[in-house]
Each structure stands twice: as C-alpha cells, then as structure tokens.
Nanobody
Framework: QVQLVESGGGLVQAGGSLRLSCAAS????????MDWYRQAPGKQRELVAA???????NYADSVKGRFTISRDNAKKMVYLQMNSLKPEDTAVYYC?????????????????WGQGTQVTVSS
C-alpha cells in the first residue's frame, strides 16, 4: 500500500511564500513522474508543476517564474516552493506521483494522489 502525505499549506498574504511537501511511503520500488495540481472552488483541477525522474521540470504559465518544483529521491519527497503568491493561487493543492511497486520490468506505474492541502492567499 502506498500513501502520499502533503504538508505546508496555510494562510499567507499576497506576495508571501509557502513551501509544500509531499512524502511517499509504503511499497515502493521506484518513483517516476511527480506532479503538483491545484483546484480552486468552482474550477477544474489543473496541473501546476511536474518533475520527471531525471529532474526535468514543467510549469503552468500562470506560475512560471514564481513556483519551483523539486524532489528528493532518497527521501521519496516532492516539494513546491511558491513565491510571490497571489490571491488567484488560492486552491487546494494535491501531489500526484507515478510509482512502480514491483521490481520486474513489466510492472506498471500506478498514479497515487495525496489528500490535498489548502493554500489561501489574502489580498
């Protein structure tokens, strides 16, 4: 069984910073792509940032230059450093991780989701 636990959300003023963390645990052979999504009230969930196992990153246009995704493979963690926060960044943030649980080459990657952490940016 694999679990993802997020932390680091909270209330911050516009222009402030927060750092989100997501820790994976359980039956894990390897971790591949790690993503951060967010969902604001009344809106669809959107991809905010992604990082591959090789360290390549991708960002939504709305957060480029302000957010940084990183990972620590030894600790099985992914982070999202959020700077220059804006009220429109207010949302529930979710980590999503592709995990291979078994050692044999044909073993599939399964996508797991965290429970979400609330980020609220006041103006």
């Amino acid at each position: 069984q694999v679990q993802l636990v997020e932390s680091g959300g909270g209330l911050v003023q516009a222009g402030g910073s927060l750092r989100l963390s997501c820790a994976a645990s359980g039956s894990i052979f390897s971790i591949n792509r790690m993503d951060w999504y967010r969902q604001a009230p009344g809106k669809q969930r959107e991809l905010v940032a992604a990082i591959t196992s090789g360290g390549s990153t991708n960002y939504a246009d709305s957060v480029k230059g302000r957010f940084t995704i990183s990972r620590d493979n030894a600790k099985k963690m992914v982070y999202l450093q959020m700077n220059s926060l804006k009220p429109e960044d207010t949302a529930v943030y979710y980590c999503a991780v592709d995990i291979r649980e078994q050692w044999f080459p044909e073993a599939p990657n399964n996508r797991y989701w965290g429970q979400g952490t609330q980020v609220t940016v006041s103006s």
